[in-house]
């Protein structure tokens, strides 16, 4: 009975910025981890980006000095900023909520097209 519902994708020129938004609700136990992963035509689904409810992150070293993770646990929010944005990081973005002994749960994906 966990959603995930997702915004803020788009169409933005390379060198620029976006802001994407993932709000979980339902039964959400305290400690989790909530991040996003993307995935391009033809290519695995590959992590961007990840914070638990504790603060600590993990980046892809691709997104590393462009993108940053940062989540409001009372609301059980996660937010992506990206700045310099590259035409590889054109893809669908998904949100993931991970739960420890339980089931993860995925939004339905945004997608995010950078234009050169």
């Known amino acids: 009975q966990v959603q995930l519902v997702e915004s803020g994708g788009g169409l933005v020129q390379a060198g620029g910025s976006l802001r994407l938004s993932c709000a979980a609700s339902g039964s959400i136990f305290s400690l989790n981890t909530m991040g996003w992963y993307r995935q391009a035509p033809g290519k695995q689904r590959e992590l961007v980006a990840t914070?638990?409810?504790?603060?600590?992150?993990d980046y892809a070293d691709s997104v590393k000095g462009r993108f940053t993770i940062s989540r409001d646990n009372a609301k059980n929010t996660v937010y992506l900023q990206m700045n310099s944005l590259k035409p590889e990081d054109t893809a669908v973005y998904y949100c993931?909520?991970?739960?420890?002994?339980?089931?993860?749960?995925w939004g339905q994906g945004t997608q995010v097209t950078v234009s050169s």
């Open positions: 914070m638990t409810t504790g603060g600590f992150t």
């Open positions: 993931k909520l991970e739960f420890i002994l339980a089931h993860d749960y």
